[in-house]
Nanobody, 118 residues
Framework: QVQLVESGGGLVQPGGSLRLSCAAS????????MGWYRQAPGKQRELVAT???????NVAASVKGRFTIARDNAKNTVSLQMNSLKPEDTAVYYC????????????WGQGTQVTVSS
């Protein structure tokens, strides 16, 4: 059974920083694409950033230049460094791991709340 456990969410003032971490356990292989998605109240879940096993990243335009995704294949972890946070970044952030060769294997964490407010 695959488990993804996020940590690092919280309340931060505009312009501040947070770092999210996700630890994967179970049958999550190093070739999986790892990523972060977010869902704000009343909105659909959206991609924030993904990273392949070869560290190729895909970052949403809304966070490019402010957020950085990174992974450690040896530890099966993925992180999201979030800088210059804005109120519109407020959302529940979800860790994701998916097999790029099969849509059947797609896993989600339980989510962690990020609130940007003064």
């Amino acid at each position: 059974q695959v488990q993804l456990v996020e940590s690092g969410g919280g309340l931060v003032q505009p312009g501040g920083s947070l770092r999210l971490s996700c630890a994967a356990s179970g049958s999550v292989f190093s070739f999986y694409v790892m990523g972060w998605y977010r869902q704000a109240p009343g909105k659909q879940r959206e991609l924030v950033a993904t990273v392949t096993s070869g560290s190729i990243t895909n970052v949403a335009a809304s966070v490019k230049g402010r957020f950085t995704i990174a992974r450690d294949n040896a530890k099966n972890t993925v992180s999201l460094q979030m800088n210059s946070l804005k109120p519109e970044d407020t959302a529940v952030y979800y860790c994701n791991a998916r097999n790029p060769y099969s849509g059947f294997y797609n896993y989600w964490g339980q989510g962690t709340q990020v609130t940007v407010s003064s």
